[in-house]
Structures are given as C-alpha cells and as structure tokens.
C-alpha cells in the first residue's frame, strides 16, 4: 500500500524559531513528493516538490530514501508560515495520496 | 484566467438526494481529480481522470461517479447522497509540463441532511 504518514496535527513554534513538519510515506516505487500549503481562505497550492530541490519562502525538504522520509524545514518561522500543510506523494499513473496534514502555529 | 473553477460553493441536501459537482479548468491541462476532505483525514482522492473521455477510481470511490466529456470539465455526481457524504470537495488539475503540479479549486462544502 502507498501511504503518507503526517504525525503531528498541530504544531506551534514561537517566531523565530526553527521549525520542522514531519512526513513519512511508503511506496514501493519511485516516489515522487510534494509540500502543499493552504493558507487561510485561501487555495490549495504547492510549496514545493523534491524534484525541484529549491527552497521556497525559506522551506526545503529532503527526500530521505532510507528512512522514507521528506520532512519540511525552515531555520526562522514567520507569522505568515501559520497554515495547514500536506505533503503529498505520486505514484506512477498519476495518482495522489495526500497526508493528514499538520497545522502550524507561528507564535508572535 | 480563472484557472480552476467549482460549482457550486455550497449546497446542502437531503438524504437520498442527487447531486453534480462540477469543476472546469481553462489551462488545457490533461489530468483532473476530485478529492474529499475531512478533518483528521487530510485530502482522499475519490476519482481522476487522465484525459477527456477517461476516469479511474481512486482511494474513496463508493458512492461517486465522474464524467470527463469535455477536457477542461470533470463532473462529480452523488446519486443518492448519504450524511458520511458531508464533506468539502477539492477539484484540481495538473499537466505533465508542469511538472504533475496540481492546481485546486476553490471547493465545494456538502451537507447532507
């Protein structure tokens, strides 16, 4: 079964602190993984995807093939980083599974 | 462009009723889904489709069915609607010269009574 795991639902951290927002997923392919944000009233849309190896508005993640991982990262939280955020995997087809998601706090 | 539209917004029905979502998109891509969220469950992908006149079920396809007649149109019909149906609908698209990015709808929040 391909599945991605989110284990924290909700996670806070004081701006300025560095923050990390787990996702674990397996796939016995080839995965192809995804940070979506979905910041209030607004769309869905991506963060960034591992391919691209880029950061974006400060986040980077790496895919960690050995421990199935794809965790995002930012060193200094911001207030605006406050949303919900998905990671995401493709699997060969074009199929999506999305995780839970974590929705972050960013303390002022 | 207006990218990904959803109709309607909201809507609430009753028990054993019927229903179409509809979702468009106007940036000619080939993929289209229809996902489902629910809190503590993240987004659930009920059906896809890769390309006008194709559909496959997804992770959560009982009680939905789609239609791709169109490529920038992907219909989500409930037949006859159940309350574990209460949800908000996501709509999105995506091309492989985007790199498979998927572009969301607004959504659509269902109640059934």
């Known amino acids: 079964a391909q599945r991605v795991t989110q284990p924290e639902k909700l996670l806070s951290v004081f701006k300025g602190a560095p923050v990390e927002l787990k996702c674990n997923y397996s796939y016995s392919g080839s995965p192809e993984l995804f940070w979506y944000v979905q910041y209030s009233r607004q769309r869905l849309q991506l963060l960034l995807r591992h391919i691209s190896r880029e950061s974006i508005k400060g986040f980077t993640a790496d895919l960690n093939k050995g421990e199935t991982s794809f965790h995002l990262k930012k060193p200094f939280a911001q207030e605006e980083d406050s949303a919900m955020y998905y990671c995401?995997?493709?699997?060969?087809?074009?199929?999506?599974?999305f995780g839970t998601g974590t929705s972050l706090t960013v303390i002022p | 462009n207006a990218g990904v539209t959803q109709t309607p917004k909201f809507r609430v029905l009753k028990t054993g009723q019927s229903m179409t979502l509809l979702c468009a998109q106007d940036?000619?891509?080939?993929?289209m889904y229809w996902y489902r969220q629910d809190p503590g469950m993240g987004l659930r992908l009920i059906h896809y489709s890769v390309g006008e006149g194709t559909t496959a079920k997804g992770e959560v396809p009982d009680g939905y069915n789609v239609s791709r007649l169109k490529k920038q149109n992907f219909l989500l019909g409930l037949e006859s609607a159940a309350p574990s149906q209460t949800s908000v609908y996501f709509c999105?698209?995506?091309?492989?010269?985007?790199?498979?990015?998927?572009?969301f709808g607004p959504g659509t929040r269902l109640t059934v009574l």
């Open positions: 940036m000619n891509h080939e993929y």
């Open positions: 999105a698209s995506s091309s492989p010269g985007q790199g498979y990015e998927q572009f």
């Open positions: 995401a995997l493709r699997r060969s087809g074009n199929q999506f599974y």
